[in-house]
């Protein structure tokens, strides 16, 4: 039995039909915000069953938003290698010079919330060690589009991967970059980690999913039961319950690490982009096509 959320999910009003790429909540499991096309981003605060539009003040799409436990600083990455950032929840925001014209397609930020790496495309890997007010270049040494990058609570260790199955690690703050046989060709979509930075788990095309114990030194398949493509997976902290979510409205969900996964209901045949859930796994969301908001909660 999963802890929590994630039993059951609700469909909720976002209020627009732009397409979602993703989402994010603070620790309280009630602010939360979703970015997607056309610059389009919504918030809530209480839990996803209400939301309002914050004005991005940009056009571009935007592909990935991170923000801290608080909930108040956040930032937002995407196309033309925009960066935007926001220090009260979202009220405004403003534009941070990442330096790149490249697509970012995803960001992250270390629990300080100062050191942060978005990555996208060519291999593109841009960091920051002081909340964003400058971002520096970083050598990915692979040309391969990257979707995806977590990083772990210290801010040393990272992960991203991508196109062709690529996953590349630091454990210097992004000094070097080196790669990771993750055993797939299979482009990878998504990559998260439980609290430990040791366990970790990487989703993509074909229903693919590889799961490491060991930061990183060795993946191994794990059985996802879908060709379904996975775009997005979310774990707990303590590496034991998570979600992947995909084409056609696919949700897969895990209580024992990703030994076994099941399928969930989601009610929609919507492509889902991201999924996020709380340390705790009590609360969960999940965004996609057409604007559709997910929510699952146990209150």
């Known amino acids: 039995m999963l802890t929590g959320g994630g039993d059951a999910w609700t469909r ?6 732009n397409e979602l ?6 620790a309280d499991g009630r602010h939360g915000w979703a970015v997607g096309f056309g610059g389009k981003i919504i918030a809530t605060s209480d839990g996803g069953n209400t939301w309002m539009t914050q004005e991005s003040g940009t056009p571009n799409q935007l592909n990935s938003v991170d923000f801290t436990a608080d909930g108040r600083h956040g930032w937002a990455v995407g196309f033309g290698g925009k960066i935007l950032a926001t220090s009260d929840g979202g009220r405004t925001w403003v534009t941070q010079e990442s330096g790149t014209p490249n697509e970012l397609h995803s960001v992250d930020f270390a629990a300080d919330g100062r050191h942060g790496w978005a990555v996208g495309f060519g291999g593109v890997i841009v960091a920051t060690s002081d ?5 520096v270049p970083q050598t990915s040494g692979t040309p391969n589009e990257l979707f995806s990058v977590a990083v772990a609570a210290d801010g040393r260790h990272a992960w991203a991967v991508g196109f062709g199955g690529v996953i590349i690690a630091t454990s210097d703050g992004g000094k070097t970059w080196a790669p990771q046989a993750s055993g797939t060709p299979n482009e990878l979509h998504s990559v998260d980690f439980a609290a430990d930075g040791r366990h970790g788990w990487a989703v993509g095309f074909g229903g693919v999913i590889v799961a490491t114990t060991d930061g990183g030194n060795t993946w191994t398949p794990q059985a996802s039961g879908t060709p379904n493509d996975l775009h997005s997976v979310s774990f707990t902290a303590d590496g034991r319950n998570g979600w992947a979510v995909g084409f056609g409205g696919k949700i897969l969900a895990t209580s024992d690490g990703g030994e076994t996964w099941v399928t969930q209901a989601s009610g929609t045949p919507n492509d889902l982009h991201s999924v996020s859930f709380t340390a705790d796994g009590r609360h969960g969301c999940a965004v ?7 929510t699952s909660s146990p209150d």
């Not at 790429?21 to 603070?26: C, K, Y």
């Open 12 to 17: 909720q009003a976002s209020g627009t039909p």
């Open 21 to 26: 790429f993703s989402v994010d909540f603070a």
């Open 131 to 135: 909340g964003g007010r400058m971002w």
């Open 288 to 294: 996609g096509f057409g604007g559709i908001v997910l």
